[in-house]
């Protein structure tokens, strides 16, 4: 069985920094690119970033690029999403998400975990 | 950015009914379309990829059409665990885009 656990969740102040995890199981996670979405309170869905299978392609959106880096450690099964310079506005749910892959091509999200809440506030 | 544009916002329908949701992008994004279904408190699950395709286990009474910037999900009977929110994504190029989501209710 696909699961993907979220962690690192918290209270944040504005400017602060907070570091998600994703453990992944029940596949071989190296070969499968992975992404972050966010979905604030009451909202809708937004994409955050992705990374490719090997890490060595990385992609965010414009409202976190240069605050937030996305990162995995394939030995580990883990992703990561470092978040500096935390905004209100970033206040959300978190969810990991898998995305289905074929020969380093990724496509839609096939797995998603069931999120962690980020707080931004003083 | 590729805007996703979800119509209605909200959709009151009665179990049995055949309701269709639209999605419209503002450019095109060739076949590159999801459908996404979200219940409380719970992460979304792919119901449709690539506008079409059904994923593993989703009923077949969920389908999708369309092409290039017009694409609809159509449940051809509705079921009680339908009522939920639903989203179009597109994946045909950076940022990924989300529709602003469907909320399917009981009437």
């Known amino acids: 069985e696909v699961q993907l656990l979220e962690s690192g969740g918290g209270l944040a102040q504005p400017g602060g920094s907070l570091r998600l995890s994703c453990v992944v199981s029940?596949?071989?996670?190296?070969?499968?690119?992975m992404s972050w979405v966010r979905q604030a309170p009451g909202k809708g869905l937004e994409w955050v970033s992705v990374i490719s299978d090997s890490g060595g392609r990385t992609y965010y959106a414009d409202s976190v690029k240069g605050r937030f880096t996305i990162s995995r450690d394939n030995s580990k099964n883990t992703l990561y999403l470092q978040m500096n310079s935390l905004r209100a506005e970033d206040t959300a749910l978190y969810y990991c998400a898998k995305h289905t892959t074929y020969n380093h091509d990724w496509y839609h999200f096939d797995y998603w975990g069931q999120g962690t809440r980020v707080t931004v506030s003083s | 950015d590729i805007q996703m544009t979800q119509s209605p916002s909200t959709l009151s329908a009665s179990v049995g009914d055949r309701v269709t949701i639209t999605c419209r992008a503002s450019?095109?994004?060739?076949?590159?379309l999801a459908w996404y279904q979200q219940k409380p408190r719970k992460a979304p699950n792919v119901l449709i990829y690539?506008?079409?395709s059904l994923e593993g286990g989703v009923p077949s009474r969920f389908s999708g059409s369309g092409s290039g910037t017009e694409f609809t999900l159509t449940i051809s009977s509705l079921q009680p665990d339908d009522f939920a929110t639903y989203y179009c994504?597109?994946?045909?190029?950076?940022?990924?885009?989300f529709g602003q989501g469907t909320k399917l209710e009981i009437k």
């Open positions: 994504q597109q994946y045909d190029s950076y940022p990924y885009t």
């Open positions: 690539k506008v079409s």
């Open positions: 450019q095109s994004i060739r076949s590159w």
């Open positions: 029940g596949l071989t996670f190296s070969s499968y690119a």
